[in-house]
Nanobody, 123 residues
Framework: VQLVESGGTLVQTGGSLRLSCVAS???????VAWFRQAPGKEREFVTA????????YFADSVKGRFSIPRPNVKDTVYLEMKSLKPEDTAVYYC??????????????????WGQGTLVTVSS
């Protein structure tokens, strides 16, 4: 399994951004998540879902602003971010596991990670 994120950049408060994660080696039984880590803080859960389809779960801090749009490129997952705030500034990571992890909000439950992509929201 390989995960490669891209799309991070500097954006103004209130702006929008779409991150991409090219996920190779996944099958329908896998689960995928996005986490983020702000400077000096622990890695935190953003969203998770089953690769084969199903509900998307979002952290309260991003609910209503972030979404997972249907991909138009094979083996790619997007994170659509709107109404961005300075507190959304972080390195965003794509993660995967070959099952649905119990305690999916914990980074330790996920086995595969990308290298991350930096999102900076200016105030």
């Amino acid at each position: 399994v390989q995960l490669v994120e891209s799309g991070g950049t500097l954006v103004q408060t209130g702006g929008s951004l779409r991150l991409s994660c090219v996920a190779s080696g996944l099958t329908s039984g896998y689960s995928v998540a996005w986490f983020r880590q702000a400077p000096g803080k622990e890695r935190e859960f953003v969203t998770a879902f089953r690769w084969g389809g199903g509900n998307h779960y979002f952290a309260d801090s991003v609910k209503g602003r972030f979404s997972i749009p249907r991909p138009n490129v094979k083996d790619t997952v997007y994170l659509e971010m709107k109404s961005l705030k300075p507190e959304d500034t972080a390195v965003y990571y794509c993660a995967a596991k070959s099952a649905w992890p119990i305690g999916y909000v914990s980074p330790s439950r996920w086995d595969y990670w990308g290298q991350g992509t930096l999102v900076t929201v200016s105030s």
